[in-house]
């Protein structure tokens, strides 16, 4: 069983920036697609990002040009530098995998085909 650990949310400025890590221990983390997901207070968990374990990524519409995902298999280590945050960014944000590698491109926005999470990390933004 796959364990994630969130960190590096806070309290930050419209405009500013932060850089959250997951990371996973207990199986081979690189063969594994990495996503993000966001929840805002009363919506549901919305797609933020993937990095496939080939290295390509996915990004949600709404933060095209201001996030970056990357991985370091190396250090099992997941990462989503958030640039020019805003305070519709407010949510807590979770990392997530699917241990079967059945997501595709139609599938990854769906947080129903991810059956390993993290506990989150808050991010709020400040207007």
């Known amino acids: 069983q796959v364990q994630l650990v969130e960190s590096g949310g806070g309290l930050v400025q419209a405009g500013g920036s932060l850089r959250l890590s997951c990371a996973a221990s207990?199986?081979?983390?690189?063969?594994?697609?990495m996503g993000w997901f966001s929840q805002a207070p009363g919506k549901e968990r919305a797609f933020v990002a993937i990095?496939?374990?080939?290295?390509?990524?996915y990004y949600a519409d709404s933060v095209k040009g201001r996030f970056t995902i990357s991985r370091d298999d190396a250090k099992n280590t997941v990462y989503l530098q958030m640039n020019s945050l805003k305070p519709e960014d407010t949510a807590v944000y979770y990392c997530?995998?699917?241990?079967?590698?059945?997501?595709?491109?139609?599938?990854?926005?769906?947080?129903?085909?991810?059956?390993?999470w993290g506990q989150g990390t808050q991010v709020t933004v400040s207007s």
């Open positions: 997530a995998l699917d241990t079967n590698g059945a997501l595709t491109i139609t599938t990854i926005g769906l947080a129903e085909r991810y059956d390993c």
């Open positions: 990095m496939w374990s080939g290295g390509g990524v």
């Open positions: 207990g199986r081979t983390f690189s063969r594994y697609a």
